[in-house]
């Protein structure tokens, strides 16, 4: 990848630290979208696709996944 992902939390994310960043300005650029735990940053990176992001957010917003 020629760009640096830029990686950001949700503003919900203020729960103790449970979070995941994404770097979503990828995706135009390189069709894909980097995930990762917020607590580990040099830890595993996931990379998906925008449409497959696009379809876990709404999934999670749609209450698809149940309670933690």
């Known amino acids: 990848m020629t760009n640096e992902p ?13 979070c995941v960043e994404v770097a979503a300005d990828l995706a135009a650029p390189h069709g894909i979208v980097p995930v990762r735990d917020s607590k580990n940053p040099g ?26």
């Open 43 to 68: 830890g595993p990176v996931l990379h998906t696709s925008p449409a497959s992001f696009t379809a876990f957010v709404a999934g999670v917003k749609a209450g698809e996944f149940g309670a933690a």
């Open 6 to 18: 830029r990686w950001f939390k949700s503003s919900y994310s203020d729960n103790g630290g449970d």
